[in-house]
């Protein structure tokens, strides 16, 4: 066996194969000497040392001599330091890792060829039966072969360097620093009794702006250690072959080819924010092991090993992509209270959350519970917000759902179950699906309207019941056309597929269709259409008001008509209504001054937007701050904040929460209140939202699918019996969970 790379994961690799079998030849190939080491401390979970222990005991007890452990994390912003404890944390030298694990393998007999470049991965493959490459993240063996690995890296926005100070933090401390070139950040934890790491990091363009592209080693590290001198108490900043770098985030579509197979950064990287580098390739490492093992068919066990590890690493990758985008926005935190700020820093990749901090340190977060204005043994769910002359009990909204069960635009019964039990279901806010303002701007045949008087009686009837049988929950509606994506099958029939029979001219922006060769072209609006469909949206939102809604909601997302105005790569147009995003924004805005004018002063309005295309050449995040800020401007109470579903050719960065950072961006950038939504699925992460202070109401759909009483259980969950979710009557008898049997 060749081992192509001596970092921590080649090693452990080699010496987990050895030990598995004496009579292996296992050979490490690296171009380093034994003690050059790039990095100072590395940072190991105790999950991973748990895998460590399993697999090697020897190596165990090594580690467990020289690690250096603490519980507290500080954060220090504009002058105050926040601590937060309960954390765990377990840490040692890369060096001494290094030579632990050199040692290790020493004794096992592998053969370890320092100073040494490997033959290629191919030459290896020709007379070894397996060929590991843990080459790290520049890895040759990558390139080489991309053809059929197919990496995909991406280079992130901010620079950074690795540093050490010749003292151990008492805590692992993050520090932010204002200076008159933008914001830089510190990340710092010990290694040993008496040396840390220090990261410094900060954008791009105030990397270059702070003059450090011109900088050598020996500048930058003194540079550093005079922005962050109170944090090091004036001490100096040592460096280790130092620079300043980009963080590349590496996925690979296979991490195997033949006998050759990446581990480590080779296959994978995750920002050193939630220090996972190494972590991730000892337990490659574990894995890779473990798989050979079972399986005596080297591509079973290359199948395994990829099997059990690939989504560990990327719902790992998904946690660091949240924090790194933390960090790479943080000028956009820095005005949240200390308490606040912290509670943000602390749960920026989700993988931390409110309930998890409860449990780790009551008092911080009981004290950030009481910042935001939670009532004892009130979960931050559970208060009330205000919009307009609405005051909405919880937090909770059932967000809109298409359910494609109307007859010629008339909801029905299902309409007044689905609506009317997600209401006796505890949510403070319950919206109906896009409601469409003519027959033309349907979705497809089933959809809901109130384009008609008849219409509107049938809405009126649902509010009734939710008003009478669940008091104190609101009933919004969200009023929608659907442009070019109408026309088309129920989605259970086929997703944006037209009609076979029976279809109806489209409507959009600019005559582009949304699937070229599959769904039909539609008409751009001339001046009198868009007149004609400016006075609809008027007319149902006359109708929305008699029927009894509370709040309306104009529909500019998902690709949708107004929608098809706001973006670029819908929006093709040459008149005022098309060109720069003011001019997109003119006919959406028309259209909301109408329907605001037309809805009830004291009653609210929201607009939903797709805060990205998800698309090259398509709306940014900056676009989504501007068009937020115009609908406040023009009297929107909330913005709705989604993403994408504009274009077919989107590539959403999916995962738990992955729109929220949108809705964050503009609730704190404009001082706009903003619904979050987006993959929302527990009421453990509506609440780290509300109290991160990046959202204002949490909307979740899936959920109120699985069950309607979702909200009502959530309270139940958290011990919570407070007026904010009451529990109908009929229903009390049913307000605890219901005993499963034995537990012993």
């Known amino acids: 066996m060749a081992v192509v790379g001596g970092g921590p994961g080649g090693l452990y690799a080699a010496a987990l194969l050895k030990r598995q079998d004496p009579t292996r030849e296992i050979t490490v190939w690296e171009r380093n000497a034994p003690s050059d080491t790039f990095g100072f401390g590395v940072v190991l979970s105790d999950e991973t040392l748990g895998g460590i222990r399993d697999a090697d005991p020897v190596v165990y007890e090594a580690l467990r001599r020289e690690l250096v452990r603490w519980d507290d994390i500080d954060v220090v912003h504009r002058g105050h330091r926040t601590t937060s404890t309960g ?69 992130h926005r901010c620079r950074y360097i690795w540093l050490a100070a010749d003292f151990p933090f008492e805590a692992f401390r993050f520090e932010i620093a204002e200076t008159e070139y933008g914001v830089m950040q510190l990340h710092a934890y010990p290694y040993s009794t008496d040396s840390s790491t220090v990261i410094v990091e900060m954008r791009e363009e105030v990397w270059r702006a702070a003059g450090f592209h011109e900088l050598d080693e020996a500048e930058s590290t003194a540079r550093c250690a005079k922005i962050f001198a109170e944090a090091l108490g004036g001490r ?60 005596p068919a080297l591509d079973e066990a290359l199948t395994a090993y990829e099997t059990e590890r690939r989504p560990v690493v990327e719902s790992t990758q998904r946690a660091a992509r949240a924090s790194l985008s933390w960090f790479e926005e943080l000028a956009g935190h820095v005005d949240r209270p200390p308490r606040r700020f912290a509670f943000d820093l602390l749960t920026r990749s989700r993988r931390v959350t409110h309930a998890n901090l409860r449990l780790r340190d009551p008092a911080f977060t009981a004290a950030v519970e009481a910042d935001f204005g939670c009532p004892p043994g009130t979960p931050p769910m559970f208060t009330p917000f205000r919009l307009r002359g609405l005051t909405l009990r919880n937090r909770v909204v059932v967000s809109p759902m298409d359910l494609y069960v109307a007859e010629d635009g008339v909801p029905g019964d299902f309409h007044l179950v689905h609506l009317g039990s997600r209401a006796l279901g505890g949510a403070g806010l319950v919206m109906t699906e896009m409601v469409c303002v003519s027959p033309e701007g349907r979705i497809t045949p089933g959809c809901a309207g109130l384009w008609t008087d008849g219409q509107a009686e049938a809405w009126a009837r649902t509010a009734d019941f939710v008003h009478a049988q669940s008091p104190g929950t609101a009933l919004g509606v969200q009023l929608g056309h659907s442009g070019r994506k109408g026309s088309t099958r129920r989605m259970w029939e086929g997703i944006d597929q037209p009609l076979p029979e029976g279809n109806w001219p489209l409507v959009a922006a600019s005559p582009l269709p949304y699937r070229a060769g599959v769904n039909q072209t539609p008409t751009a609006l001339d001046r009198a259409g868009l007149t004609a469909v400016r006075e609809q949206f008027t007319a149902a939102a006359h109708r929305a008001a008699r029927s009894g809604f509370d ?6 997302a998902h690709g949708y008509l107004l929608s098809s105005f706001l973006s670029p790569l819908t929006n093709h147009r ?38 990205t295309d998800w698309a090259e050449g398509g709306t940014t995040a900056a676009d989504a701050v501007a068009i937020a800020r115009a609908f406040a401007d023009h009297g929107a109470d909330a913005i709705d904040v989604s993403t994408g579903q504009v274009v077919p050719e989107e590539e959403p960065a999916f995962g738990r929460s992955y729109q929220t950072p949108y809705a964050d961006r503009i ?3 404009l001082g706009v209140p903003v619904i979050a939504v987006g993959a929302i699925s527990s009421w453990d992460d509506v609440n780290s939202l509300l109290l991160a202070g990046r959202a204002d109401l949490c909307a979740l759909a899936r959920p109120h699918l699985y069950d309607p009483h979702w909200t009502l259980h959530a309270a139940a969950e958290q011990e919570y019996r407070g007026p904010a979710a009451p529990w109908p009557a009929p229903y009390r008898a049913g307000s605890r969970r219901p005993p499963t049997g034995r537990r012993d």
């Open 87 to 155: 954390h765990g944390f377990a840490a040692l030298g890369r060096r001494r890792l290094l030579e632990l694990l050199h040692a290790r393998c020493a004794d096992l007999g592998v053969r370890l060829r320092f100073r040494t470049e490997a033959p290629p991965a191919a030459v290896l493959a020709g007379d070894h039966d397996l060929v590991i490459a843990a080459d790290g993240v520049h890895s040759r063996t990558r390139e080489t072969h991309a053809a059929h690995f197919r990496p995909r890296i991406t280079t």
């Open 236 to 295: 100096e900043l040592r460096a280790n072959n130092s620079t300043w770098t980009a963080f590349r985030t590496v996925a690979n579509a296979r991490w195997s080819h033949g006998n050759t197979v990446l581990i480590g950064d080779a296959a994978h990287t995750a920002h050193f924010s939630i220090g996972s580098g190494t972590k991730l390739a000892v337990e490659d490492a574990v894995a890779l092991a473990a798989a050979v093992a079972a399986h």
């Open 551 to 556: 709040l309306l909601e104009l529909h500019c």
């Open 574 to 611: 040459t008149d005022v209504y098309g060109g720069d995003l003011t001019a997109r924004l003119r006919y959406p805005l028309e259209v909301f001054d109408a329907v605001r004018e037309a809805w009830p002063a004291d009653r609210p309005m929201t607009v939903r937007i797709s805060a």
């Open 667 to 669: 609730r704190n950038e």
